[in-house]
């Protein structure tokens, strides 16, 4: 074990976030965060958007009348598994929707530039839009049906990056409500449901929700689907209006990479230049588009029992990064190594990495999966995303639950270092781990960002939903 290694027993969860975890695994917590504007002047300051700060620098007081955005969040192109064109530029698209007119003066608002007593970080998403419409009896309230090409347009990774380092410390502060993930079991289809709600407060911003979402392994080859999709409610925590339906697919796709970069950044090496991926499916992609965003890779190696799907990936990045096929123990012997693949039968042993290898083990979120030798998980500094849900369904949940791993092992959860309550990788680090299994407020903060931006350009289409 790691010198300075610590215990991390679920006791010493915040009270409020724990109580919650485990009274509760159905889904009670809803609710949602950018305000529909014509309620709430106070609330609807908290619509968070990052690029208008980075058009403006901070230290400026200007205030403008109007909301239109012109920059676009994400240059860089994304494609999945199912071959979809990549999507054009947001605001390009604007003709091509319904749009109903009274939604455009709804999220139309104004937009205050932060001056330097704004200015935070991490998360710094700049300025603030808000509303000039005043309070008054809610009509004519419209939701925002964002399809899987608006989430892919409306996500600036390293944004997004930012707001799921923001939602861990929001968490670790007991400033989150977010029930364990619940499962529905389908052995007969070889498959799950989950339902994941949670409410998240940062300094500037909260925002709640639900995701409902699938894991079917055998998707891909008998219905030409992906193994996982989701469908994301994104609510106003305010008053419960349910603001945004949006793919809950490319959002967790984008999220979860994030996950892995935040971790990325506070474990690896600081000068990564490699990156490792084994298992080139639908989240290997975002694996690599955020890790870059925190490390300065350069060479990538990824492996896969299929080469198909190895090659698919060579050609999605050969043109951004020195990447080629390889075995697990090439991926492994990289700075950086992301374990995406729904084995119950550890495939990466101590041999398998280098000596100061950092491990995403993402690909561990349900009981019985497990990517990583038990021997490489007990002489790691190993670090958890959420105790309820790692013992439950995460890397460690096979030698948690035989008692091969104990709580003793498990050096501390991601929210605890990004708020600085416990360190980093430090010199006598050799391997680190990160066991993701997902949590609900990395889709809450995902689609914040994903609603902000969207609103903000009039992507999307606005229905009546509920008649009110
Ligand atoms: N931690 C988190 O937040 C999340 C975790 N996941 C999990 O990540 C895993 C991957 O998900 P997707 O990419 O959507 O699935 P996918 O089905 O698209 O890709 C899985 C890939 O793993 C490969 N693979 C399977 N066994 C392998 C082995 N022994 N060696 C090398 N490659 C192997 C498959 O050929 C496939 O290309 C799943 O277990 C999923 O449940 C998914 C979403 C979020
Ligand atoms: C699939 C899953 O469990 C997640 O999105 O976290």
């Known amino acids: 074990m790691t010198a300075g290694k610590q215990a991390r027993p679920a006791a010493t969860k915040t009270t409020a976030s724990i109580a919650l975890t485990v009274a509760s695994f159905t889904s009670t917590q809803f609710a949602g965060a950018i305000k529909i504007p014509t309620l709430d002047r106070s609330h609807s300051d908290r619509v968070l958007l990052r690029e208008d700060a980075l058009r403006h620098p901070v230290g400026g007081e200007e205030e403008e009348d109007d909301c239109e955005a ?16 990549p999507p054009p530029d947001g605001a390009e698209r604007e003709d091509e929707r319904h749009r109903g007119d009274r939604r455009q003066d709804a999220v139309c608002s104004h ?8 200015h935070r970080v991490p998360g710094d998403y700049g300025c603030v839009a808000r509303s000039k419409c005043s309070p008054g009896v809610p009509s004519d309230m419209e ?24 939602a861990f410390v929001a968490y670790e502060r007991g400033n989150a409500q977010m029930p364990a993930k619940s499962y529905i079991d389908l052995p007969q289809y070889n498959g799950d449901f989950r339902s994941m709600p949670a409410y998240l407060s940062t300094d500037e911003w909260d925002a709640a929700g639900i995701k409902w979402v699938n894991v079917h392994p055998d998707n891909p080859d008998s219905f030409d689907l992906p193994t996982v999709m989701g469908t994301m409610i994104y609510s106003d925590p305010e008053n419960a209006y ?73 050609a999605r990045f050969g043109d951004e990064f020195d990447v080629r096929g390889g075995t697990i123990s090439e991926a492994g012997h990289c700075d950086v190594l992301s374990t995406v693949t729904p084995v119950e039968d550890p495939i990466v042993g101590p041999r398998d990495l280098g000596p100061h290898t950092h491990v995403n083990a993402m690909g561990a979120d349900a009981a019985g999966k497990h990517e990583l030798a038990d021997e490489v998980l007990l002489a790691a500094t190993l670090v958890i995303d959420d105790y309820a849900q790692t013992t439950h369904s995460g890397e460690i949940n096979v030698p948690w639950s035989a008692g091969t791993l104990g709580d003793d092992d498990i050096y501390g959860e991601i929210g605890e270092i990004v708020a600085g309550e416990k360190t980093g990788r430090t010199a006598a ?23 902000a931006h969207a609103s903000e350009r009039e992507n999307g289409t606005a229905f009546g939903l509920l008649g009110v």
């Open 70 to 85: 012109d920059g676009d969040p994400e240059e860089e192109e994304h494609e999945d598994l199912r071959d979809r064109e």
């Open 111 to 118: 937009v205050r530039h932060l001056g330097p007593q704004d």
């Open 143 to 166: 939701t925002l049906l964002l399809a899987n090409e608006d989430v892919d347009a409306n996500t600036p990774m390293a944004e997004l990056v930012a707001a799921i380092r923001d």
């Open 242 to 314: 349910p603001l945004a339906i949006m793919d809950g697919t490319e959002l967790t796709m984008k999220r979860t990479g994030a996950a892995a970069a935040v971790a990325t950044d506070a474990l690896a090496v600081e000068d990564a230049t490699s990156l490792g991926i084994v298992g080139a499916g639908v989240q290997s992609y975002t694996q690599l588009e955020a890790i870059s965003e925190v490390r300065d890779i350069t060479e990538v190696v990824v492996s896969d029992l299929r080469e198909e799907r190895v090659e698919r990936f060579v």
């Open 429 to 451: 680090d050799d391997v680190t781990v990160f066991d993701s299994t997902g949590l609900a407020i990395q889709d809450v903060a995902a689609a914040h960002v994903v609603y």
